[in-house]
C-alpha cells in the first residue's frame, strides 16, 4: 500500500513538473509575441538609458500610430544637438520569431521587477550553446511594451542594456480594434535571388541565411554583398567585397558592447561580418564561407 | 551606509582622496553591497550633471572603468598562491554543520563582493532574477571540476582586444557596414534602433 502511495506521488509529482516547464516556455514566448506586437500598435514615448560596455548614454523614444502609418523617432539627449537637427530611425525593423529559434535557445519565465514605475515581467531566452548571448527581456504584462532588456555573455557580464527611465503608453482606438500585423525589415536597397555563388559549408546550429542583399560601394565603389543570417533572435551580417575594393587590415576583430566585427579574407575577397553574437560565432561562421565558382 | 562613508565616496569620486583612502575604498566595496551601489548612483548622478552642462554621456564614465580597473588589479586568490590548510584530524567525509557555516560564510563574502563589483558596471545591475538568470547560463563550471582548457573564444577576444586603432578609411567602411547591419538584419526590439542612434553619433 505504502508503495502504491508513492509510485502514485511520483507519478504526480513528475506530471506537475513535465506540465509547469513547456507551460512557462509557453507563457514566456507569449509574452515574447506580444512585446512584438505591442510596439508597432501602442503609441508611446519616454526616455531611456543605453549602456554598451562601459559607455552609458540617454535616448528620446517616441513612437505613435496614426492611421495605421507607424510614426517613431530616436533621439540622442545631451550631445548640443536638437531635435530637428537629430536622424531618426525605425522602432520596428525586427522580424518575427522563428521556428528554429527553440532549438537554440531555451525560454524561461523569471521574476517580476519595477521598472520605470510600472511593473514588468522577466522573460530569459537563454542559449543552448556558446554561439549566441543571452537575452533577458522585462516586459509589462497588460500591455507588453518591452521595459528593459539586456544581453549577457557567457562570462554573466551585461555587455549591452536598455531601460525606461520614463515612459508614457496609450492604446490608439484603431489598434484595439484591429491590430497591425508585424512589419518586415525595411526594404533592401536591391534583394537578389539567395546566393549560388557563395555557400557556408556549415553554419551554428539555429542560423540560417535569411536575406541577400546588394548593397552600393560607397565613393564609386563596387556594390557590396550583404548575406543576413539569423537564429530567429539575433542576426549576423556577411559583408563581401570584391578584389579591388578598398581592403581593411589582413585580419581584425573590434568588439562593441554585444556587437563584433571580424574581418578576414576569402577567395580574394574581403569579408566583413558584424553581429550581436560572440567572436567566436562570426570566426565560426566566416571558416565556414566558400567561393562556389 | 554611514555619513563618513558617504563623504569618504564623494570625495573619491571628486578625485580629492588619497592613496590610503581609495584602498580603504575598495576594501569596503568589496564587502559592502549597499556602498558599492550608492557609489553606482553617484557616479550616474555625475554623468548625468555632466551631461546636462553638454558633455556626452559617456565621456566621464572613466572612473568606473578606472575602479573596475583598480579592483581588477587587487591580488586574486589562484590556486597556486594560495595555502592549504592543514587538514584537521577528525575530519570525516561528510562536513561537519560548523564547516557548512564556513563555506555558507564564505560564499555569502564572495557574494557580497561579486555584487559590490558588479554594482559598478551600472546604476541598476540585474537583482535577484538576474543572478538566477546568470546561474542558469550552460557555461556555469562546477566547482570541483577542472579548468576548462581555452577556447577559440579566449583567442578571438584576444586579438579583438589588441586591436584598438583602425585608420580612418577602415573605420568608415566599418561605420558603414554597422549601419547596413542595424537598419536590415537586427532582429530584436527597440534596441535596433538605439544601437543605430548611438553608431550614427559616434
Known amino acids: ?293 | 551606509m554611514n555619513t563618513s562613508k558617504e563623504e569618504f565616496l564623494s570625495a573619491f569620486i571628486d578625485d580629492e582622496s588619497g592613496e590610503f583612502e581609495r584602498r580603504r575604498l575598495l576594501d569596503e566595496l568589496k564587502k559592502d553591497d549597499a556602498l558599492g551601489q550608492t557609489l553606482s548612483r553617484y557616479a550616474f548622478i555625475g554623468e548625468t550633471m555632466r551631461a546636462s552642462k553638454g558633455q556626452p554621456m559617456g565621456q566621464g564614465i572613466s572612473l568606473l572603468s578606472r575602479i573596475q580597473d583598480e579592483l581588477a588589479d587587487e591580488p586574486a586568490y589562484a590556486p597556486d598562491n594560495v595555502v592549504a590548510m592543514p587538514a584537521r584530524a577528525n575530519t570525516t567525509a561528510a562536513p561537519s554543520r560548523v564547516q557548512a557555516y564556513r563555506w555558507f560564510g564564505m560564499g555569502m563574502a564572495a557574494t557580497v563582493a561579486a555584487v559590490a563589483v558588479g554594482g559598478l558596471l551600472f546604476f541598476n545591475q540585474p537583482t535577484a532574477p538576474d543572478a538566477q538568470m546568470a546561474a542558469a547560463l550552460p557555461a556555469t563550471v562546477p566547482v570541483n571540476a577542472p579548468a576548462p582548457a581555452p577556447t577559440m573564444v579566449a583567442d578571438a577576444d584576444t586579438r579583438i582586444q589588441q586591436v584598438g586603432r583602425v585608420d580612418p578609411q577602415t573605420r568608415d567602411i566599418l561605420k558603414q557596414y554597422v549601419a547596413q547591419h542595424v537598419k536590415y538584419a537586427s532582429t530584436t526590439v527597440i534596441a535596433p534602433s538605439i544601437r543605430a542612434a548611438s553608431y550614427a553619433n559616434d
Open chain 1, 1 to 293: 500500500m505504502l508503495t502504491i502511495k508513492y509510485t502514485v506521488s511520483i507519478a504526480v509529482l513528475a506530471g506537475v513538473l513535465a506540465w509547469s516547464t513547456p507551460s512557462m516556455a509557453n507563457e514566456a514566448g507569449d509574452l515574447l509575441a506580444k512585446m512584438r506586437s505591442a510596439v508597432h500598435t501602442l503609441d508611446y514615448s519616454g526616455t531611456l538609458v543605453y549602456s554598451q560596455g562601459n559607455e552609458l548614454s540617454n535616448y528620446q523614444i517616441s513612437h505613435t500610430l496614426e492611421n495605421g502609418t507607424e510614426k517613431e523617432s530616436v533621439v540622442r539627449l545631451a550631445q548640443g544637438a536638437s531635435a530637428s537637427d537629430a536622424e531618426s530611425f525605425s522602432l520596428a525593423k525586427f522580424q518575427q520569431v522563428q521556428p528554429q529559434m527553440e532549438a537554440v535557445y531555451a525560454l524561461d519565465l523569471g521574476g517580476q521587477e519595477f521598472v520605470a514605475n510600472r511593473n514588468c515581467q522577466v522573460v530569459v531566452a537563454r542559449p543552448r550553446d556558446k554561439m549566441r548571448y543571452l537575452q533577458r527581456y522585462c516586459i509589462e504584462p497588460d500591455t507588453g511594451m518591452l521595459l528593459k532588456y539586456s544581453l549577457v555573455d557567457r562570462s554573466h557580464n551585461t555587455v549591452e542594456q536598455l531601460m525606461f527611465t520614463a515612459l508614457e503608453i496609450a492604446v490608439p482606438a484603431q489598434a484595439a480594434l484591429q491590430p497591425t500585423p508585424p512589419v518586415a525589415n525595411s526594404a533592401p536597397s536591391a534583394a537578389i535571388p539567395p546566393a549560388t555563388d557563395w555557400v557556408f559549408a556549415s553554419l551554428p546550429a539555429g542560423f540560417q541565411q535569411v536575406q541577400d542583399l546588394r548593397q552600393e560601394g560607397v565613393n564609386g565603389q563596387p556594390p557590396i554583398r550583404q548575406l543576413i543570417l539569423s537564429d530567429g533572435m539575433t542576426s549576423v551580417s556577411v559583408f563581401i567585397a570584391p578584389p579591388g575594393a578598398p581592403s581593411m587590415l589582413d585580419s581584425i576583430g573590434i568588439s562593441s558592447g554585444a556587437m563584433n566585427i571580424y574581418a578576414t579574407e576569402v577567395a580574394q575577397h574581403q569579408v566583413t561580418l558584424v553581429g550581436e553574437v560572440p567572436a567566436l560565432t562570426l570566426q565560426r561562421i566566416s571558416e565556414n564561407l566558400q567561393y562556389a565558382r
